[in-house]
């Protein structure tokens, strides 16, 4: 079975300086790693997904993710952050084989400070 | 603009009520997805559908029963509230085919007491 681990609960950081959101997975087959963000009082939304092709992946907001085998992990990060990047930040895998599901971590907020 | 929509934002219900919450989309999305959030937890898959009439067990599926009668309506009913069913509750769709990205509602946020 598929599983995602957040190890850092809270990550707090002052704008403009750099954030990394790590996210391990452990899974016996292939995975699809997914970043989702949740702004206050909102649902989720997408950030970012790696499906197969470069490690690096880039996706909105600034935000940039690398999906490392050999250490499961596929870390969050983002070079400067701003006060509106306050959130909570999700991790998410979905196994190979044509499955729909997703499996979350637990989330980190992060807190940017002025 | 996707939308996904969900009937209360806020809900507060007794111990032994039925409870209905309702998710609507407007993507036409085969798949329909049921989570609950809680702290420390993140969020955990009650049911999911992949279509009209079908519907399969997630993660934490005792409790909870669910319903797709309309391609764009999933409902989450819980067929006698208790208060350990306090929580965030999250509706989200998604299109057909594999690893797409997952839509998700505002949320409900149900208090049983």
């Known amino acids: 079975a598929q599983s995602v681990t957040q190890l850092d609960s809270q990550v707090p950081v002052f704008e403009e300086a750099p954030v990394e959101l790590r996210c391990n997975y452990s899974?016996?087959?292939?995975?699809?790693l997914f970043w989702y963000v949740q702004y206050p009082n909102q649902g989720l939304q997408l950030l970012l997904k790696?499906?197969?092709?470069?490690?690096l992946v880039k996706g909105i907001n600034g935000f940039e993710a690398e999906f490392n085998k050999s250490q499961t992990s596929f870390h969050l990060r983002k070079p400067s952050v701003h006060i509106s990047d306050t959130a909570e930040y999700f991790c998410?895998?979905?196994?190979?084989?044509?499955?729909?599901?997703?499996?979350f971590g637990t989330g980190t907020q992060l807190k940017v400070e002025l | 603009d996707v939308k996904v929509t969900q009937s209360s934002r806020y809900l507060v219900k007794r111990t032994g009520e039925k409870v209905f919450l309702e998710c609507v989309q407007d993507?036409?999305?085969?798949?329909m997805f049921w989570y609950r959030q809680d702290p420390g937890l993140g969020l955990r898959l009650i049911y999911f559908?992949?279509?009209?009439?079908?519907?399969e067990k997630g993660d934490i599926p005792e409790g909870y029963s669910v319903s797709r009668e309309k391609k764009e309506r999933f409902s989450l009913i819980l067929e006698s509230a208790s208060t350990n069913q306090t929580s965030m509750y999250l509706c989200?769709?998604?299109?057909?085919?594999?690893?797409?990205?997952?839509?998700f509602g505002p949320g409900t946020r149900l208090t049983v007491l």
């Open positions: 993507m036409d999305h085969e798949n």
């Open positions: 559908s992949y279509d009209v009439k079908m519907k």
């Open positions: 790696y499906l197969s092709g470069s490690t």
């Open positions: 899974s016996s087959v292939s995975v699809y």
């Open positions: 989200a769709s998604m299109r057909g085919g594999s690893y797409n990205e997952q839509f």
């Open positions: 998410a895998v979905s196994e190979g084989g044509g499955g729909n599901k997703l499996t």
